[in-house]
């Protein structure tokens, strides 16, 4: 059995814009709001510094640790898609994610931004990016897994989504949460009908029941299946229940774009970005070999 790591790419992205403490990293503006504190001009397209480069720094030093402890043979990268098949179930599905203030937005260009430089510096790594245009990242990692379940697999996400994977019973599956740093754990009880029950105020999902009647619920089969007879209720458990559970994604509509083994080209890139503290002699030596293990 090879060992395979499956990154959810935008949490991870994500999580690089902190750092310990979960405080913002950027530049800031200097007194003159056309300059960086670092002294290059304010780009005003992104409302942020040209130069900065903290996120795709703070996201290459967190992936080495994570390729080091997972000592994988294979490293998929999934990335989103948009799922208009949940939009047109449930039209306000994340709406709580639409950004309003204009400094919101701002921060989502520069997100934006940045993944897009991390995702064309992987290219440089014997990584394998994936995705689906019609699917999210999650439901592409569940096909993924189901396609690889003979395989030791290792999903990392701080997103609880991915317990559902952990039910279905495959022989070799973990959950490794980045943020608390330890294993994701499956409840007693069936994830899914539990979290359609609860909502999700994340994804903007309305709870049909409260918290802790619906934990009460879904561990008393009788109580579910009081609830399930009243057919407003069915129907809305069905609706969640489309919007939560991973949706298999078609082989013909999965991209995959295998990175080249080139550490010249992305130390040069990582020069450009002045990311000293990696291209050190000893320091790359370690960051570089860490990828070795990666055979496919």
């Known amino acids: 059995m090879d060992r395979v790591l499956l990154i959810d790419g935008a949490n991870s992205i994500w999580r690089a814009n902190f750092s310990f403490g979960g405080k913002p990293l950027h530049c800031q503006k200097e007194d003159d709001p056309a300059l960086c504190q670092c002294g290059q001009t304010w780009d005003t397209s992104c409302d942020c510094c040209p130069h900065d480069f903290v996120v795709v720094f703070n996201f290459f030093r967190n992936l080495r640790p994570q390729i080091e402890d997972g000592s994988p043979d294979k490293c998929f990268f999934a990335l989103e898609g948009r799922p208009q098949f949940r939009y047109d179930l449930f039209a306000d599905y994340k709406a709580n994610r639409i950004i309003k203030q204009s400094a919101k937005k701002e921060t989502q260009?520069?997100?934006?931004?940045?993944?897009?430089?991390?995702?064309?510096?992987?290219?440089?790594?014997?990584?394998?990016?994936?995705?689906?245009?019609?699917?999210?990242?999650?439901?592409?990692?569940?096909?993924?897994?189901?396609?690889?379940?003979?395989?030791?697999?290792?999903?990392?996400?701080?997103?609880?989504?991915?317990?559902?994977?952990?039910?279905?019973?495959?022989?070799?599956?973990?959950?490794?949460?980045?943020i608390k740093k330890e294993e994701m754990v499956a409840p007693d009880y069936p994830y899914v009908a539990w979290k359609c029950l609860n909502g999700?105020?994340?994804?903007?999902?309305?709870?049909?029941?409260?918290?802790?009647?619906?934990?009460?619920?879904?561990?008393?089969?009788?109580?579910?299946?009081?609830f399930l007879a009243a057919e407003e209720n069915r129907a809305n458990f069905n609706v969640n229940r489309q919007?939560?559970?991973?949706?298999?994604?078609?082989?013909?509509?999965?991209?995959?774009?295998?990175?080249?083994?080139?550490?010249?080209?992305?130390?040069?890139?990582?020069?450009?970005?002045?990311?000293?503290?990696?291209?050190?002699?000893?320091?790359?030596?370690?960051?570089?070999?860490?990828?070795?293990?990666?055979?496919?």
């Open 243 to 296: 919007l939560i559970e991973f949706r298999p994604v078609p082989p013909e509509e999965i991209l995959i774009k295998e990175g080249v083994r080139n550490y010249a080209a992305l130390k040069e890139e990582f020069a450009k970005m002045q990311f000293d503290s990696l291209i050190v002699d000893k320091a790359w030596d370690k960051f570089t070999s860490t990828f070795d293990c990666l055979r496919y």
């Open 109 to 178: 260009v520069k997100f934006r931004r940045d993944a897009g430089l991390i995702i064309d510096l992987l290219q440089f790594l014997p990584i394998t990016i994936a995705q689906a245009a019609n699917y999210e990242a999650d439901d592409l990692i569940g096909t993924l897994c189901e396609d690889m379940k003979d395989e030791i697999l290792t999903v990392i996400s701080n997103d609880s989504d991915y317990i559902q994977l952990l039910q279905r019973g495959y022989r070799n599956m973990g959950i490794y949460n980045p």
């Open 200 to 226: 999700d105020k994340s994804d903007n999902i309305p709870a049909l029941l409260k918290p802790k009647k619906a934990l009460q619920t879904i561990q008393d089969p009788e109580l579910f299946r009081e």
